[in-house]
């Protein structure tokens, strides 16, 4: 008996340290059978691209990070890469999609496993249908398939959704999804990987950037409690789905940036200032002036976070 019971144990502990045969998640099924017919707008990532730039390099362990697009327009997601198959975060564009499962399949042997979105956007989206026909599960907050349909954009319908929160389990390691708020839209989710203090937290954080444009498809307040609820996280890693990742020390200045912005600008306001006087008016730390793109997009931030104020406020009468 007791060399049956230490043999269990054995087995026991070899499938917890391997996690062998475990891959699985608590998301819930989407039926696709409305979509089946959606109409969908030219992919605009589609066409043949053999000199964008693309890569796939290490972070820590077996988390790697995927890049596509030159400079400036560089989009980016975290890859984690398991015996039981990878899990790719935001493709981005179709035509470097079939680049990365490939080369995924060439360097690791394994297909990918679980596709999954930040948010419904998509020039961040675009390409997961490649992953999705060669068996991938597409996983996205449950927010974003109104816009993916209502938008028309040509990616995957997601498989599997969920409202607060969802845990992957593959080859043994956790992914941690959480919708914190609206923010950068409302489909906005957070994906933890905890064994490498590592998080995805695209467009809503940044990385010694400026914020884009005029805040496109912005929720003020939600904004403010997630870079809080990233600040409270055990990370160390932080991809921004663009430019390099960032540490919280980058997510703490971005929102003492927003609030200061947004504190500016409701003061301009009610001091009764029209546009044409107030953008002339707005102030900017010398450290912000050095984040990428301040050329290009104080004004335009100016102008998102106008509309924020004139729209969430009332005067005397
Ligand atoms: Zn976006």
Same mark, same amino acid.
């Given at each position: ?63 790697? $990070?995927?890049? *596509?697009?030159?400079?400036?327009? =560089? ?5 984690? !890469? &398991?015996?039981? %198959?990878?899990? /790719? ?62 938008? $028309?954009?040509? *990616?995957?319908?997601?498989?599997? =959704? ?5 845990? !992957? &389990?593959?080859? %043994?390691?956790? /992914? ?142």
């Amino acid at each position: 008996m007791k060399l049956f019971s230490f043999i269990a144990t054995v087995t026991a502990l070899f499938f917890t340290l391997t996690g062998a045969g475990r891959a699985s998640d608590n998301g819930v099924p989407l039926d696709h059978s409305k979509y089946a017919n959606r109409q969908v707008l030219k992919d605009f990532t589609a066409a043949p691209c053999p000199d964008n730039p693309r890569g796939l390099t290490q972070i820590k362990g077996n988390l790697y $990070r995927h890049t *596509t697009g030159p400079g400036l327009a =560089v989009h980016s997601g975290l890859v984690l !890469i &398991t015996k039981e %198959g990878a899990l /790719v975060i935001d493709p981005a564009m179709t035509c470097t999609a079939t680049w990365l499962r490939d080369e995924i399949k060439s360097r690791f042997n394994v297909k990918v496993k679980y596709v999954v979105y930040t948010h419904g956007h998509a020039d961040h989206i675009s390409g997961a249908q490649v992953f999705q026909q060669d068996g991938a599960i597409v996983v996205a907050n449950q927010r974003a398939v109104e816009p993916i349909v209502g938008e $028309r954009i040509p *990616t995957a319908i997601p498989d599997r =959704v969920f409202d607060e929160d969802m845990t !992957i &389990t593959l080859g %043994g390691e956790k /992914v941690l999804l959480h919708r914190v708020a609206p923010s950068h839209s409302d489909s906005m989710t957070m994906i933890l990987f905890p064994k490498y203090k590592a998080l995805q937290c695209t467009d809503v954080c940044e990385s010694k950037s400026m914020p884009y444009n005029d805040f496109l498809d912005f929720y003020y307040d939600g904004w403010i409690e997630s870079l809080n609820w990233v600040l409270a996280q055990d990370v160390d890693v932080i991809d921004v789905g663009h430019y390099t990742p960032a540490t919280k020390d980058d997510e703490r200045a971005l929102r003492d940036y927003m609030i200061d912005l947004h504190q500016q600008i409701l003061d301009l306001v009610r001091n009764g200032q029209s546009w044409d006087e107030l953008y002339r008016n707005v102030h900017f730390s010398d450290e912000v002036k050095k984040w990428i793109a301040y050329d290009q997009m104080h004004v335009l931030n100016i102008m998102g976070m106008y509309r924020w104020v004139s729209n969430h406020r009332r005067g005397e009468w």
